[in-house]
């Protein structure tokens, strides 16, 4: 048996994880080759996603730990990647906090319920304790056993203002009028839905993390909605709450989109890596961001190019990071649901090969 270190009651870190290059550009230590993973790496641009998708509802998948482990570790080994994610999605946790969620046909994500007003965050149940979501946390464990033993499995969750938009509007949204105006016009009631969100996630987390998730990611994928001074009164606080809570030791990984003007913000709030979309620079960010690992930002759309293309692009990402320990090749975004497979995996094998230290 190889040398373990204790991160989790139920889970122990083997030595084989802890060194895979993945863990490693995560504590920011030198790595023989770049690790690279693909945010929606199990989805709809695959053949075999559809076909299981074909037979359930994307909720059901969800809910049945097989399905859900059988498509994480699928995805993983068929591309070739440093990390696997789990199949899930960051709003699974609406439903214990007492909301109506649906995956709607053509529609994405629908909350029949949305909180609009104060007394709307009051009916709002406190998540005291997670096991309404222990499908996820079945799927952990089964996938931990199925997926190759030095591939670390990444739990994730929504960051508290991306779910509260989805709360607050029902669904997707454009301007997210109704958000803002609930954030602008009751400030006490704005931050009791987002410490509610947040004492939430914080225990959905750490169970992901005792099931046998070896990182997490919060995705913040639409705070780029915000101006800085909004994001330090609305959302740093309660994002802060959240990464301080996960359990010492594990990596966490704080992404979001369009922040170009909150990048610092985003490093206060924390985590060990901040996710950069494509929009800025992969070195100038990083020269902002300072003592911290990043991850990105290929950008998703060229993916529907060719291979060519693709590797030059690869290499002007990795070029930016120009060998410096702790960078995690991703995309700027999740992978569409029209993606060639065989671009996907000549991304990953360009990166690959071109970062071969
Ligand atoms: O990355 C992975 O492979 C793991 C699985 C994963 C899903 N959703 C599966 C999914 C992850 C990490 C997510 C996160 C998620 N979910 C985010 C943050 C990431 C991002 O892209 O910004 C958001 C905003 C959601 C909410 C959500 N879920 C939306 C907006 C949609 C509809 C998308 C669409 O194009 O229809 C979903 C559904 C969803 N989540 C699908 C998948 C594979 C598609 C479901 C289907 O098969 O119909």
Known sequence: MSETTKTAEAFELTEELRQSPFMRACRREPVPYTPVWLMRQAGRYMKEYRDVRARHTFLEMCKQPEVAAEVTVYAAHRLGVDAA???????????????????????????????????????????????????????????????????????FCGAPF???????????????????RLMYT????????????????????????????????????????LSPDDYREFVLPHTREVIRNVMPGV????????????LELLKEAGGDVIGLDWRVRLDEAWQRLGDVAVMGNFDSIALFTTPDIIRQRAEA???QAANRPG?????????????????????VEAVHELSQR
């Open 327 to 347: 960078h995690i090749f991703n995309l700027g975004h999740g992978i569409l649901p029209e993606t060639p497979v065989e671009n996907v995996v000549a991304l």
């Open 85 to 155: 994610i789990i199949f899930a999605d960051i709003l699974l946790i609406t439903e214990p906090l007492g909301l109506d969620l649906e995956f709607a046909k053509g529609e994405g994500p629908v909350i029949h319920n949305p909180v609009r007003a104060a007394e709307d965050v009051k009916r709002l149940r406190e998540v005291e304790d997670v096991s309404s979501l222990s499908y996820v946390f079945d799927a952990i464990r089964l996938t931990r056993r199925e997926l190759r033993p030095d591939l670390p499995l990444i739990g």
């Open 317 to 319: 990402i990795l070029d």
């Open 186 to 225: 009751d400030a006490g009631a704005w931050h009791a839905l987002m410490s509610l969100i947040a004492r939430a996630l914080s225990r959905y987390l750490n169970a992901q993390i005792e099931a046998g998730a070896q990182a997490v990611q919060l995705f913040d994928s639409w705070v780029g909605a």
């Open 162 to 180: 991306t779910l509260a938009s989805y709360i607050c509007e029902g669904g997707g949204s454009k301007n997210y009028v109704n958000t803002k």
């Open 251 to 262: 990596p966490v990984i704080h992404f979001g989109t369009g922040t170009a003007g909150l």
